[in-house]
């Protein structure tokens, strides 16, 4: 008879340990994970607000007083939900450390309670009902005709037609206001808006294509670009520079390079550009730019 050696089993309970303690650590690890990412989120989010300088956040403080209600409104709603935020990410990690000690402690199951569903069903409704109703101001006054400054809707500056993959402008001649219907001596240009500081201006907006978003960071301003209707769009710049104007709407494959600027300026400045782009405009190879201006005059 050929004899069969038998292997001596090893301690007792020795594979279910090693199988308890891979699982343990991987409970460990989903726990520590999960914790992990709101934490790295709110640091980044409190650097960002605490530093501006570092560009994390805002492209810089607002140039216009609109601007800065609408970053009020959005800090606002930034708290609300991160207070949400964070007490949903401790309970959720107190859960996960909890249930990570034990194997054999089962989870409760439960049909669900009326009590919390109606908690959780009125409370972010009167939430959303107090931002409906704080917001209704600052949101007419940006987007209804009706509450644009007085001055800014007699007369608009600017007429931006925005298409695949550029910002054409028209203006109108010195002395003379802006019609809908392009005239002789209107005035043109290419990604290059200019409007005076520390008064309200108006610009029409228009898409000669598909849809596009005219996007001034700096401002705060975004309005979409729709083919076939003209939006007014006002702000009113307390600062000089030169902001960033870009398609902030997927618009085909050379949308990276639709970028333009706006140039926010004294109003002798922007009387005297427009001056030199009548001249420009002018010009007919023979009499100087400057002659031509004066002829004008």
């Known amino acids: ?18 199988f308890q303690r891979g699982g343990f650590t991987v409970r460990k690890f ?9 934490i790295v ?3 980044y989010s409190l650097i960002s607000s605490l530093v501006p300088s570092l560009g994390w956040w805002f492209p810089g403080p607002s140039v216009t007083e609109l ?7 959005f800090y606002l709603i930034l708290y609300i939900v991160t207070a949400v935020f964070i007490g949903t990410q401790i309970a959720m990690g107190y859960v996960l450390w909890r249930a990570s000690h034990s194997k054999d402690e089962r989870a409760w ?10 908690i959780w069903s009125v409370v972010p409704s009167v939430i959303l009902l107090f931002l409906a109703l704080y917001q209704m101001d600052v949101w007419a006054l940006f987007r209804v005709q009706a509450y644009f400054p007085k001055e800014a809707r007699d007369a608009p500056i600017a007429e931006v037609t ?7 402008i028209r203006y109108p001649a010195p ?3 802006l019609q809908l219907k392009p005239q002789p001596d209107d005035l043109y240009d290419v990604n290059d808006l200019h409007a005076p500081i520390n008064r309200a201006v108006m610009i029409q907006l228009r898409s000669e294509d598909v849809q596009h978003s005219f996007f001034l960071p700096h401002l705060r301003v975004k309005q979409d670009a729709i083919p076939g209707q003209i939006i007014p769009i006002w702000f009113k710049a307390e600062k000089q520079g030169i902001f960033e104007l870009t398609c902030a709407e997927l618009c085909g494959w050379g949308h990276y390079k639709m970028r333009a600027q706006l140039t926010a300026e004294r109003e002798v400045e922007f009387e005297a550009y427009l001056k030199k782009l009548q001249a420009d ?17």
């Not at 925005?162 to 054409?168: K, L, M």
């Open 1 to 18: 008879m050929s004899s069969a050696k038998v292997a001596k089993p090893g301690k007792p309970g020795g594979e279910n340990l090693v």
């Open 30 to 38: 989903w726990c520590a994970f999960f914790v992990f990412w709101p």
């Open 41 to 43: 989120a709110i640091i």
């Open 67 to 73: 601007g800065q209600r609408i970053d009020n409104l």
């Open 109 to 118: 199951f439960s049909h669900g309670s009326h009590s919390l569903e109606v």
């Open 162 to 168: 925005a298409r695949q993959f550029e910002w054409r």
């Open 175 to 177: 002395g003379k206001k």
């Open 281 to 297: 405009q002018n010009y007919d190879g023979h009499a100087t730019p400057s002659a031509v201006a004066k002829k004008d005059e």
